[in-house]
Protein backbone atom coordinates (compact mmCIF):
# COMPACT_ATOMS: atom_id res chain seq x y z
CA UNK A 1 0.00 0.00 0.00
CA UNK A 2 1.43 3.50 -1.09
CA UNK A 3 1.93 6.49 1.46
CA UNK A 4 -1.21 8.16 -0.06
CA UNK A 5 -3.42 5.06 0.72
CA UNK A 6 -2.71 4.75 3.98
CA UNK A 7 -2.86 8.28 5.22
CA UNK A 8 -6.51 8.41 3.23
CA UNK A 9 -7.54 4.96 5.27
CA UNK A 10 -5.96 6.33 8.46
CA UNK A 11 -8.02 9.42 7.91
CA UNK A 12 -11.18 7.58 7.57
CA UNK A 13 -10.39 5.49 10.16
CA UNK A 14 -10.23 8.57 12.91
CA UNK A 15 -13.62 9.22 11.85
CA UNK A 16 -15.30 5.87 12.19
CA UNK A 17 -13.79 5.97 15.78
CA UNK A 18 -15.19 9.41 16.78
CA UNK A 19 -18.29 7.82 15.44
CA UNK A 20 -17.67 4.88 17.15
CA UNK A 21 -19.85 5.62 20.30
CA UNK A 22 -23.67 6.33 21.17
CA UNK A 23 -23.96 9.37 22.64
CA UNK A 24 -21.52 10.83 19.61
CA UNK A 25 -24.49 8.86 17.18
CA UNK A 26 -26.96 10.99 19.17
CA UNK A 27 -25.30 14.10 18.91
CA UNK A 28 -24.74 13.58 15.01
CA UNK A 29 -28.53 12.61 14.82
CA UNK A 30 -29.86 15.58 16.54
CA UNK A 31 -27.69 18.18 14.90
CA UNK A 32 -28.84 16.78 11.71
CA UNK A 33 -32.21 18.28 12.70
CA UNK A 34 -30.72 21.85 12.85
CA UNK A 35 -27.98 23.52 15.07
CA UNK A 36 -28.24 22.95 18.49
CA UNK A 37 -26.54 24.76 21.75
CA UNK A 38 -24.40 22.78 24.40
CA UNK A 39 -26.86 22.78 26.62
CA UNK A 40 -29.84 21.76 24.66
CA UNK A 41 -27.49 18.83 23.91
CA UNK A 42 -26.73 18.38 27.34
CA UNK A 43 -30.32 17.99 27.98
CA UNK A 44 -30.65 15.44 25.21
CA UNK A 45 -28.26 13.44 25.97
CA UNK A 46 -28.25 13.05 30.09
CA UNK A 47 -24.65 13.87 30.92
CA UNK A 48 -22.75 16.77 32.24
CA UNK A 49 -21.73 19.39 30.09
CA UNK A 50 -18.36 18.51 30.40
CA UNK A 51 -18.55 15.17 29.38
CA UNK A 52 -20.77 16.39 26.62
CA UNK A 53 -18.17 18.93 25.67
CA UNK A 54 -15.59 16.46 25.13
CA UNK A 55 -17.79 14.06 22.47
CA UNK A 56 -18.11 17.62 20.92
CA UNK A 57 -14.79 18.09 20.85
CA UNK A 58 -13.80 14.44 19.07
CA UNK A 59 -16.59 15.22 16.84
CA UNK A 60 -15.06 18.82 15.78
CA UNK A 61 -12.09 17.42 15.89
CA UNK A 62 -12.66 14.86 12.69
CA UNK A 63 -14.34 17.35 10.98
CA UNK A 64 -18.01 16.19 11.79
CA UNK A 65 -19.13 19.31 13.45
CA UNK A 66 -18.48 23.04 13.34
CA UNK A 67 -18.86 25.59 15.86
CA UNK A 68 -20.07 29.27 16.45
CA UNK A 69 -19.72 31.48 19.69
CA UNK A 70 -22.69 34.19 20.37
CA UNK A 71 -22.52 35.22 23.52
CA UNK A 72 -22.11 33.14 26.25
CA UNK A 73 -23.59 30.05 24.61
CA UNK A 74 -21.24 27.91 21.60
CA UNK A 75 -24.03 26.50 18.53
CA UNK A 76 -22.84 23.27 17.24
CA UNK A 77 -23.77 22.73 13.95
CA UNK A 78 -22.94 19.40 11.26
CA UNK A 79 -20.19 20.30 8.87
CA UNK A 80 -20.22 17.45 7.19
CA UNK A 81 -24.08 16.55 6.62
CA UNK A 82 -23.46 13.59 4.45
CA UNK A 83 -22.51 11.80 7.88
CA UNK A 84 -26.23 11.60 7.58
CA UNK A 85 -26.07 9.36 4.43
CA UNK A 86 -23.68 6.53 6.31
CA UNK A 87 -26.28 6.73 9.13
CA UNK A 88 -28.86 5.31 6.16
CA UNK A 89 -26.44 2.57 4.73
CA UNK A 90 -25.83 1.62 8.26
CA UNK A 91 -29.75 0.85 8.94
CA UNK A 92 -29.84 -1.05 5.84
CA UNK A 93 -26.81 -3.05 6.77
CA UNK A 94 -28.89 -4.01 9.74
CA UNK A 95 -32.21 -4.96 7.98
CA UNK A 96 -30.11 -7.21 5.81
CA UNK A 97 -28.80 -9.06 8.43
CA UNK A 98 -32.51 -9.46 10.04
CA UNK A 99 -33.90 -10.59 7.10
CA UNK A 100 -30.91 -13.43 6.97
CA UNK A 101 -31.32 -13.64 10.64
CA UNK A 102 -35.44 -14.80 9.87
CA UNK A 103 -34.98 -16.62 7.09
CA UNK A 104 -32.14 -19.03 9.03
CA UNK A 105 -35.26 -19.25 11.65
CA UNK A 106 -37.84 -20.08 8.69
Known amino acids: ?12 TRILKA ?12 LGRGERC ?9 SDMSTVSKHLSILKGVGLLADEKR ?7 L ?6 NFFSCLESVMEA ?10
Open 1 to 12: MDARTQARLEAR
Open 19 to 30: LAHPTRLLIVEE
Open 38 to 46: VADLTGMVG
Open 71 to 77: GTQVFYR
Open 79 to 84: AAPCAL
Open 97 to 106: NLQAQILLVK
